[in-house]
């Protein structure tokens, strides 16, 4: 998994990954998970979309900027 190397490289450039705005919370009563990221995919919750969810990323954007990190370092 690469999901520290994902939340920098969006930081840094937003434009090479593709999401939807989505009700996330984190589930503390119990009623469906407990603490569980639950994200509102279906619009069930009636609450207001509050965090961006990422699906996809432009690979090779994302190689060539870890590269250059790289090569800088």
């Given amino acids: 998994p690469v999901h520290d190397l994902c939340a920098v490289a969006y930081a ?3 434009s090479i990954f593709k999401g939807e705005y989505y009700h996330v919370d984190i589930e503390c009563k119990g009623e469906y998970t407990y603490g569980r990221t639950v994200v509102d995919f ?8 509050n965090t961006k969810v990422l699906f996809e990323v432009d690979r090779n954007e994302l190689l060539e900027m870890l590269k ?3 090569n800088a370092y």
């Fill in 42 to 49: 279906y619009e069930n919750s009636g609450e207001t979309k």
């Fill in 68 to 70: 250059k990190a790289i």
């Fill in 12 to 14: 840094i450039d937003k």
